[in-house]
Every structure is written in structure tokens, then in C-alpha cells.
């Protein structure tokens, strides 16, 4: 079992930025793919960004790459998310989330344990 809890949300203008955290318990922390997704109102859940246990592998979505940065410190048990140059179309309720695997990350269902949310607001 591994429980997550994120945060850093809160509301920011366009052009600002967040950081987001996420913290996991559990000793394992650093053997699993952590990921990043979103959901906006009257959306599906969408991928943002994964990165794998060593950091080597990171992946993003289109739509965030050049803006978002992923990151893990597995000393720490957290994994970050900073977002830079924030759009009002980046406005959701982010969550993170825990997977085994090295491939195939941008997919929801490999993720199996997931966090709370954490609201972004951007406003134009």
C-alpha cells in the first residue's frame, strides 16, 4: 500500500508559475514510476508527465513540454511538478500517481495507487 499526498495548488495568473509536491509513504518509493496527471471540469484524466525510479526516463505530454518540469528526490519520498508559463487551459485538479512500470507510462490504467488532487487555477 502506498498513500500519496499532494500539494502546492492553489490560484495564478497567467504566465505565473506553481510547483507542485507529492509525497509517498512507504520504503519502496524509489523503485516505482511516478507520474503526474490532470483533470478538468466535464474532462477525462489526462497525462502530464512521468518520470521513472532513476530519474534517466522522463516523459511529458505535448501540451506541457518546454513549460513543465517533473522531478523525484527518492531521499525525500517526493516527486515534483513545476509548471512555468501557466495557461488558463492548464486549469484542473492534479493528481499523482504510482506505477511498477518502465514502459508504457503515459497510460492511466498502469497506475495503480493515486493521490487526493490538488487544485490549479489559472486565470487569464
Known amino acids: 500500500q502506498v498513500q500519496l499526498v499532494e500539494s502546492g495548488g492553489g490560484l495564478v495568473q497567467a504566465g505565473g508559475s506553481l510547483r507542485l509536491s507529492c509525497a509517498a509513504s512507504?520504503?519502496?518509493?524509489?523503485?516505482?514510476?511516478m507520474g503526474w496527471f490532470r483533470q478538468a471540469p466535464g474532462k477525462e484524466r489526462e497525462f502530464v508527465a512521468a518520470?521513472?525510479?532513476?530519474?534517466?526516463?522522463?516523459y511529458y505530454a505535448d501540451s506541457v513540454k518546454g513549460r513543465f518540469t517533473i522531478s523525484r528526490d527518492n531521499a525525500k519520498n517526493t516527486v515534483y511538478l513545476q509548471m512555468n508559463s501557466l495557461k488558463p487551459e492548464d486549469t484542473a485538479v492534479y493528481y499523482c500517481a504510482v506505477t511498477e512500470r518502465l514502459i508504457r507510462v503515459r497510460e492511466l490504467s498502469a497506475y495503480t495507487y493515486w493521490g487526493q488532487g490538488t487544485q490549479v487555477t489559472v486565470s487569464s
Open positions: 512507504g520504503r519502496t518509493f524509489s523503485t516505482y514510476t
Open positions: 518520470i521513472t525510479r532513476s530519474g534517466i526516463n522522463i
